[in-house]
């Protein structure tokens, strides 16, 4: 994303979660955003789909392997190559000089992931 500052929410999610638990983890942060992003693989499923249709938001599939993020968790490095799918996305996707503002919260059911990445006019 260019041009002026913007906010971009990374969301990783279980393949069983549904748009509700997405959009719990989302609302956790606190805050609005400009855009939603999630890895490549999971861009496709319906509820983040579903998400960004209903909130008018895009959704940005983004690269997440390598990504240093401020969370790690062994088994999200294991399975995506980052220590944080929600906030490795957020972070992609925001572009180079973006930084997280919102570390990655959990949805109520435990199947969703949000983290809030911002990042400054150019």
């Known amino acids: 994303m260019g041009g002026g500052a913007v906010r971009v929410a990374g969301l990783g999610f279980r393949t069983a979660a549904g748009a509700a638990s997405l959009h ?3 609302q956790r942060t606190g805050m609005s955003v400009d855009a939603l992003a999630t890895a ?3 861009a496709e499923a319906a509820p983040i789909r579903e998400l960004a249709h209903s909130l008018g938001l ?3 599939a983004v690269e997440v392997a390598g990504v240093s993020t401020p969370t790690q968790s062994p088994r999200v490095t294991a399975r995506f190559g980052t220590g944080s799918l ?3 996305a957020a972070l992609a996707a925001a572009g180079p000089g973006a930084q997280i503002i919102v570390r990655r919260v ?3 059911d435990g199947m969703a992931t949000a983290a809030i990445a911002w990042k400054g006019a150019e």
């Open 24 to 26: 719990d983890a989302l």
């Open 58 to 60: 895009p959704l940005i």
């Open 40 to 42: 490549t693989d999971k």
């Open 86 to 88: 929600a906030e490795a």
């Open 106 to 108: 959990t949805s109520h």
